[in-house]
């Protein structure tokens, strides 16, 4: 064996296609192995391998590959006899896929993808590897004279060889504005595919919900393994009609670009619960809701024929002709027929649908279950015949129609999720009318949640000829309006209605606060407490009483009526003032419940948003105030007087427009009295000073000197934001003729006093190394990054490496610290933080070389620690003489104490919340842009409260992203939650449990964000 012979075997594996594996094939044959490959002397040649670039376009028709679209085009656009040409009337796809193992570049089921493509006239771009989309390498690919010539995208890259690090990096997809449908080849025999109920193989993870992150939409099966008798080996080969239902669903998603908004016919589709009532949608007031959207889409050209139904126009049209109507009202769905504008389907035009749109193992399924048609539900007759009715309220080219109902209406709710029962006749007559009759190029299922995506077939990867919600779907691209929290539905939705989603707000959360009795007993408590006389505070204790026994607190707290009359006063005091029935009556008042219901198009007015932003800053912003000791009253803090304190806060910077800052030091009159010292220097010779490693605040700048007949003193008040270097600081000294008896000069005085110099400790240790970091997988030097030192959380020094990549820490004594390295990337790409952080220990005096290599900062940590990194510079300047002063104290005071500041933390954080709730008024341009065949950039779904980042919605919505899980909240909370199970567990049996079992759900998963997992870890006694 020598170097060329390993490097010839090694990339003919590698490199498993263009011919390389019958290279190696003959080079196994041919050559001796135990011999220099210098020594083969053979008449066959060995050929060295085909060295691929690791990306490129490749087209099956053509033995070569392009590293741009313009040399491709070179050769697409030349009717050589060989190949498609490119028409530029027609639509383009931009195809990707992994390379094959096959021996080729691609595999037959991509190839088919493209050969059916183009067999419909349409252009195709091929690219591997599907990470192109994710970088910039889409530019080069798909992008020619600034322009994307691509109207879809299909990507065919099995999922797994992206993973979510890269899916990220959306934003080259949004350039490109236009769906991305995912195609998954499924990891297991096609055989085992259609007899699955999953639908999932073991690559599910990475194929679906991993690309979901990426905005990838549709997730159709297009291919399966196939064992190749010849080969004696599974390949991969393609599901013809399931191609052809993904390729019809991409020109329908590409039709809505080209269809002007005048011509579209859009069915809405709201959800009808029969007997329960006509329209209702989880946590969406749907009647102001479907208005709004008609008056937008009106906006954007759409055709409503001069219709414009205000909400109660709206409602009263739905009661009249937009409601389904029982079996047990004939006489009704007679009068609706009659007297309002309805669709009458006739059975035979049903029945040619039916015969000719299904196949025939689902038609039984349906005749077996349902008998044969019409049947009961919504069908209507007289002289001319039977027909299937469908409520209907057309507003120009827009229909707005409740969806069929599953059943007969009588028990539909046992039907909402049942996956194993074919729809009735009556609901399958609703669809096909939709493609058939109406013709929709589009549909709309508004507000959380219909019955189409929970009908019978597969958990996902759905069968068009098997699975009802493909059969009944067809070819119509499908817009979703979800509410942002419902991830558990709502992915079923997504995934098993081939839906984009579009999700909306949920209304404001706001603590439920007391009301009725539990108001009244509160007050009873209060008046009890304060009152002095005797008979007063006897007959309020029969108050208490007799409230409590109206409530039915003993069920709750197992103490009864009649033990209160018992109890002495200390003992009544402490169970009732001081114990469980005040917290359980805080406990009440602090639950969350929804104010109202939003209204898609339409703002929180201004006490609906302080109610949501309180309740998203949760109970940590309760306790920061009362912390503070910003209210002299207990009750300003205490959920259960509400309004409070905590809401007058939240007025003055969201409706008001006050500077936490601001707020906190000019409203509650902070004064140096409550300010706190940071730092101290002196001035040199020509006045200069500067403090360093100073964290995000407001601060006086106070400086003091004592002249021959005084004392000269001057103060400035600066804010540090972001870790900024404020320079240039002039403090201007004046005369002060109080001197000492001064109360600020005072103050300042006993501050040094109180915090006398310490000295640092110093010892013969030392920490260098270089600095680089990886903007694209290699290591680059960096010439202007930090490295921090810090050491028991404490921020010792900062290096900044101006002019080379290396760092020097000197003088250290013994112990562990942590060194972190941050850099700050602008480009024309953007802007990006890198970081990376290591714990070293220093022993007798050693010196640690560590070179450190920075990564992307996915999680924000460089901002936590630059925050601490802010700089303050200037002069000191005598007013009197008009010169510098030089020697002068200056003394560093932060305005607000560290309590305060969490307060001001809040505030800031409360903006931040408020600004995203104000964005979700996208959530209507969001549905215009997808029912227009745009990209509608992804997004996490969850509760806001528990994930305050799925704010501003308009988003299409994913479940789970796996780069959090477990985060730091969760980790505390598993923490905790172990270490009482395991201290319970030992109180009860005197020992530690041996062995724990833990059932894991992924719904719990994506909910807590690893609280489950973190467990698990914790008991094993490791960490993430």
């Known amino acids: 064996r020598d170097d060329e012979t390993c490097s010839y075997l090694e990339d003919y594996w590698n490199q498993r296609y263009d011919g390389n594996m019958i290279r190696l094939l003959t080079y196994l044959s041919l050559v001796d192995l135990s011999k220099p490959f ?46 498609h040409v490119y028409d530029p009337d027609n639509y383009t796809v931009g195809v990707t896929f992994f390379t094959s193992w096959d021996d080729d570049i691609c595999d037959d089921a991509v190839k088919s993808v493209i050969n059916k493509l183009e067999s419909r006239g349409i252009n195709v771009i091929p690219a591997y590897r599907p990470s192109v989309l994710f970088t910039d390498d889409a530019y080069d690919f798909f992008k020619k004279d600034d322009e994307w010539k691509v109207d879809a995208f299909i990507d065919l890259g099995k999922g797994v060889w992206i993973m979510s690090s890269a899916v990220k990096n959306s934003e080259y997809l949004q350039e490109a504005n236009v769906p991305v449908i995912n195609g998954i080849i499924y990891q297991g025999t096609i055989e085992d595919w259609e007899n699955s109920t999953t639908g999932q193989d073991a690559w599910f993870q990475y194929q679906i ?50 269809i002007a908004n005048e011509d579209k016919k859009v069915a809405i589709i709201y959800y009808a619960h029969g007997k329960a009532g006509a329209m209702v949608a989880g946590n969406l007031d749907v009647v102001p809701s479907i208005p709004n959207l008609l008056d937008a889409m009106n906006e954007s050209g759409y055709d409503l024929d001069g219709m414009q139904p205000n ?16 079996v047990w009202a004939p006489g009704e769905l007679q009068n609706m027929v009659e007297n309002y504008d309805v669709e009458l389907v006739p059975v035979e035009t049903y029945m040619e649908w039916f015969e000719n749109d299904i196949e025939p193992e689902a038609r039984q399924s349906v005749i077996d279950t349902w008998g044969e048609p019409p049947g009961q539900e919504m069908v209507y007759e007289n002289e001319s015949g039977k027909y299937f009715v469908i409520p209907k309220i057309s507003v120009g080219n827009i229909l707005v129609a409740p969806q069929a109902t599953r059943g007969t209406s009588q028990n539909d709710t046992l039907l909402y999720h049942d996956q194993t029962m074919p729809p009735s006749h009556q609901f399958i007559a609703f669809y096909l009318w939709l493609k058939n009759g109406y013709e929709a190029d589009a549909v709309v299922h508004f507000g959380r949640h219909g019955t189409q995506e929970w009908l019978q077939g597969k958990g996902t990867s759905l069968s068009s000829k098997t699975c009802w919600p493909a059969i009944l779907i067809q070819d119509m691209p499908v817009v979703y309006l979800y509410e942002v929290g419902g991830i558990g539905e709502g992915i079923m939705a997504k995934r098993r209605g081939n839906a984009v989603m579009v999700d909306h707000a949920t209304p404001a959360i706001v603590s439920a606060g007391l009301y009725g009795n539990l108001t009244l007993l509160h007050d009873k408590m209060h008046f009890y407490e304060t009152e002095e006389d005797e008979n007063m505070v006897a007959e309020y204790q029969n108050s208490i009483i007799d409230y409590y026994a109206d409530l039915n607190f003993e069920s709750e707290l197992n103490v009864s009526a009649d033990d209160l009359r018992e109890m002495n006063k200390t003992e009544f005091d402490n169970f009732v003032l001081h114990g469980p029935v005040h917290d359980y009556l805080h406990e009440i008042a602090s639950e969350f419940i929804p104010y109202g219901l939003h209204v898609l198009g339409e703002q929180m007015d201004d006490q609906g948003r302080i109610a949501m932003v309180k309740s998203m800053l949760g109970e940590n912003f309760r306790e920061h105030v009362a912390a503070a000791d910003l209210f002299d009253d207990p009750d300003e803090v205490d959920p259960a007087h509400s309004p409070n304190g905590l809401d007058k806060l939240l007025n003055a910077v969201l409706v008001n427009g006050t500077d936490p800052l601001d707020l906190l030091i000019d409203r509650f009159n902070i004064t140096y009295s409550s300010g706190e010292y940071v730092a101290n220097t002196t001035s040199d010779g020509i006045g200069e000073y500067d403090f360093s490693i100073v964290k995000d605040g407001k601060y006086t700048l106070y400086a003091f000197t004592q002249t021959g007949d005084g004392w000269l003193t001057g103060k400035e008040h600066i804010t540090i934001e972001n870790g900024e270097a404020l320079s240039d600081v002039r403090l201007n000294l004046t005369k002060n003729a109080t001197g000492t008896t001064n109360a600020e000069l005072e103050y300042v005085i006993e501050l040094l006093e109180d915090n006398p110099p310490v000295p640092k400790d110093t010892g013969s240790g030392t920490i260098s190394g270089n600095v680089t970091y990886s903007p694209m997988g290699s290591e680059w030097g960096v010439d202007d990054s930090m490295v921090v030192l810090q050491k028991d959380n404490n921020i010792l020094d900062v290096y900044v490496n101006s002019s080379t990549n290396k760092y020097t820490f000197q003088n250290l004594p013994d112990g562990t610290y942590v060194v972190t390295a941050l850099y700050h990337s ?99 341009p969001a549905m215009l ?28 919505f994913y479940a789970f992203n796996p780069n959090i899980v477990p985060t730091e909240e969760s980790w505390n909370v598993a923490n ?5 199970f395991l201290t319970e567990w030992n109180q009860t049996h005197d020992d530690y449990p041996r062995k724990v079992g833990f059932v894991l759900w992924s719904g719990e998963s994506m909910r807590h964000k690893g609280v489950m997992e973190s467990e698990i870890l914790y008991m094993m006694g490791v960490r993430p």
């Open 38 to 83: 210098s020594e083969y002397d053979g008449e066959i040649e060995i050929e060295a391998p085909a060295i691929m670039p690791s990306v490129a376009l490749y087209h099956p028709d053509v033995d070569a590959v392009f590293e741009n679209l313009e040399s491709y085009m070179e050769w697409y656009e030349v009717d050589d006899g060989t190949h």
């Open 976 to 980: 905790t939650l172990v270490d009482a």
């Open 826 to 924: 602008v480009s024309q790409y953007g802007d990006s933080w890198y970081i990376a952080t290591n714990n070293v220990k220093i022993q007798d005096g050693a010196a640690i070389n560590l070179d450190i290599n920075m990564e992307t900062d996915v999680s924000g940590d460089s901002q936590d620690l630059i925050c601490f990194l802010g700089q303050v510079s200037g002069q000191t300047y005598s007013i009197e003489t008009g010169t510098e002063e030089p020697e002068c104290n200056v003394v560093l005071i932060q305005r607000l104490s560290d309590e305060q500041m969490h307060v001001v933390d809040d505030l800031n954080l409360a903006l931040q919340h408020a600004e995203n709730i104000r964005g979700c008024i996208i959530e209507i």
């Open 209 to 258: 919900p991993i690309m979901e992150i990426g905005g990838e939409i549709e997730s159709i099966v297009i291919g399966g393994e196939v064992f190749d008798e010849t080969l004696h080996a599974k390949v991969i080969k393609p599901i013809d009609y399931q191609v052809d239902w993904l390729i019809d669903r991409t020109v329908s998603w590409m039709d809505l670009q080209h």
């Open 929 to 956: 842009d997808a029912l227009e065949g745009k990209y509608v950039p992804p997004a996490l779904g969850d509760d806001p409260l528990r994930s305050p980042e799925v704010l501003p919605t308009g988003k299409n």
């Open 311 to 326: 909400r109660s126009e709206f409602l009263q049209l739905v009661l009249q002709q937009g409601r389904n109507i029982g």
